[in-house]
């Protein structure tokens, strides 16, 4: 499986945007990159998705390095609850491979 | 609309017993993953199903553990003679396909198992 990297822990304050980077340099030409977030005590929540394209959605925006072996999950204005831990996955598009392996995340604190 | 159901949330097992957790998929939804999430780590993928079918099996311990997902009711992980290593959440997810172009998976609020 393809692997991502991304920064342990980010801070932000409340209101402000938030740019979480995914590096994912051995990504394939069919893996879509995929984020997802996890609020404490509960189960993972899709955010958003994209191949090639930026991509925007109510949630957040991605941003997609035109070589793709980089990613920017965009929070326009952090509140306090997307305090959270986030994950950039890349997700093969059928079969076995399109389960979604989580790594460790970006813990996002959000502070007033 | 109905998210995934997984029931119970919380489940109390003496060491040896045996766990059964149930997963209830979003309606329509044919593909069921489960994944574990030890105190303070990251998800661990376990087992893929496609309505009856094991699909993948990777993540899933030898021993004692075992899923299925029938053609009528809920996805189900069982774990026999439960040990403390095994208390964590486990969390099912669903979606409708297993493409990644066109589709989201959708959690569950997870079963915190602790064994005792």
């Known amino acids: 499986d393809a692997k991502t990297t991304q920064p342990n822990s980010m801070e932000s304050n409340e209101e402000e945007p938030v740019h979480l980077p995914c590096n994912h340099s051995?990504?394939?030409?069919?893996?879509?990159i995929h984020w997802y977030r996890q609020l404490p005590s509960q189960g993972p929540e899709y955010v958003i998705h994209?191949?090639?394209s930026n991509v925007n959605n109510r949630m957040a925006s991605l941003a997609i390095a035109e070589d793709r072996k980089s990613s920017t999950l965009i929070l326009h204005r952090a509140t306090l609850r997307d305090a959270a831990v986030y994950y950039c996955?890349?997700?093969?598009?059928?079969?076995?491979?399109?389960?979604?392996?989580f790594g460790t995340g970006t813990r996002l604190q959000v502070t007033l | 609309n109905a998210g995934v159901m997984q029931n119970p949330r919380h489940l109390v097992r003496r060491r040896g017993q045996e766990a059964r957790l149930r997963c209830s998929p979003v309606k329509g939804h044919s593909h069921v993953y489960w994944y574990r999430q030890l105190p303070e780590e990251g998800l661990k993928f376990m087992v893929y199903l496609q309505k009856e079918n094991i699909i993948d099996e990777s993540g899933m311990p030898k021993e004692r553990f075992s899923a299925e997902f029938p053609k009528e009711g809920p996805s189900i992980l069982r774990i026999q003679q439960v040990v403390r290593g095994d208390s964590a959440a486990y969390f099912c997810a669903s979606s409708l396909t297993n493409r990644a172009s066109n589709t989201e998976a959708f959690f569950g609020q997870g079963t915190r198992l602790t064994v005792v």
């Open positions: 051995t990504i394939s030409g069919t893996d879509y």
């Open positions: 994209g191949l090639t």
């Open positions: 996955i890349l997700r093969a598009n059928t079969g076995t491979a399109s389960k979604l392996t």
